[in-house]
């Protein structure tokens, strides 16, 4: 059986993503490969069914790897307007927000992948809420929401912790 363009063009896209040093758009692989947008959607849809392990994130896909280090959740509350401050914390103290996610009544468990991991990647995500007139997921929640934390070791974990618990965001019952 021989291969199609298409074929040969994900398997490009999916060597590109392994290579790749963080998140590539769904924009520059179409400029790359010179086809649509749209159709690099539909090519990442089909390497997602054939069992590739592709995340969307606000910034582009990167392949699903699970880094070294520890991984926690933490339960944040604030308000909308103290989003910035709150992923400052976590990424100033060495961690990488990796999602977050609420609990919606009617579809249960939403997440969103975020992968923020310094001040530039909150910038960038904070100018892409305010450019799509977005609202967060915690909007859906009053404020409420749990966030993965990514770091190198425990004590940088608690260290986030810390720095969360101090500027007042962790939801304490």
């Keep these: 059986m021989e291969r199609s363009a298409a074929q040969d063009r994900r398997k490009a896209v999916e060597q590109m993503l392994e290579e790749a040093g963080g998140p590539v758009s769904a924009t520059a692989l179409a400029r790359r490969f010179s086809v649509s947008r ?34 926690r959740r933490v339960a944040c509350v604030h308000a909308p307007e103290e989003m910035e401050a709150e992923l400052n914390a976590i990424v100033d103290a060495g961690g990488e927000v990796a999602d977050v996610i609420v609990e919606h009544p009617v579809y249960g468990q939403l997440t969103g992948i975020l992968g923020v991991r310094s001040r530039y990647d909150v910038q960038e995500f904070l100018r892409r809420v305010a450019a799509d007139s977005a609202r967060p997921l915690s909007d859906l929640t009053g404020g409420i929401h749990l966030h993965t934390i990514r770091c190198k070791d425990e004590k940088t974990f608690q260290r986030i912790q810390n720095s969360l618990e101090k500027a007042g965001f962790l939801l304490d019952m």
């Design 38 to 71: 749209q159709i690099i959607v539909g090519d990442v849809a089909l390497l997602r069914a054939a069992g590739a392990d592709i995340v969307a994130t606000p910034r582009g896909y990167v392949l699903g790897r699970r880094p070294a280090g520890v991984e």
